[in-house]
């Protein structure tokens, strides 16, 4: 199947479940703020590949990037992507650290990355679970991979591998809010599925026009 086969009903659905994952996210969050946190999903797209870079900045932006490994009955991979900026922001309201910073001459310190991948596996393990529910499908995260670098070497090797098989990714907007934040944190949700994962997850939520 090619990504770009995917309905308005095929949206519909994960913009459902991404607003499901959203809000369990939220509760989490909330909890490790000690503050009431809003999460929204403003678009759900399915952009292609060559997109996915310039949604990020270029391939010599630099990001940072949550690598989780779906495991389960639907493997597939999920990338959470943060401007450097935005990345900063949400360690120092996690660490109360407001010296953190993520690119320099010295490694970030092992709070920051502790703390990105706490996020890293609230946000993923929300989305998975509002999905895993919906298709009573067993979907696991891995343990998340950090990676602060240019989107080019962040991304190409998982979309590279990818393009064997499809042209196209799931890109889920999320934008995290508190009641102190005006812009708030934008961040880049993309799932990836294993092609031979696509047909189940649609079959199961009841959607068969996926071939």
Do not use: C, W
């Amino acid at each position: 199947m090619k990504f770009y086969h995917l309905s308005i009903k095929h949206i519909d659905v994960l913009r459902e479940i991404g607003n499901i994952g959203a809000g369990n996210a939220a509760t989490s969050m909330s909890k490790l703020l000690n503050k009431k946190i809003d999460m929204q999903i403003p678009s759900v797209n399915i952009v292609a590949f060559d997109e996915v870079m310039d949604l990020v900045g270029g391939p010599d932006n630099p990001i940072v990037a949550i690598y989780i490994r779906i495991k389960g009955q639907a493997p597939g991979s999920v990338f959470f992507i943060l401007s450097i900026e935005e990345a900063e922001h949400l360690v120092r309201e996690i660490t109360t650290d407001t010296n953190v910073k993520l690119l320099s001459e010295e490694q970030p310190s092992e709070i920051a990355i502790s703390a990105l991948h706490e996020a890293g596996n609230i946000l993923a393990g929300s989305y998975l679970s509002a999905l895993s529910d919906f298709t009573e499908i067993n979907m696991q995260p891995s343990v998340p991979h950090l990676s602060v670098d240019m989107a080019g070497a962040v991304l190409t090797v998982g979309l590279l591998e990818l393009s064997h098989v499809s042209d196209y990714a799931i890109i889920i907007d999320t934008k995290i809010n508190d009641n102190e934040e005006t812009n708030g944190i934008h961040g880049h949700f993309f799932l990836l599925p294993d092609p031979e994962s696509i047909p189940k997850i649609f079959t199961a939520l009841g959607i068969d026009d996926h071939e």
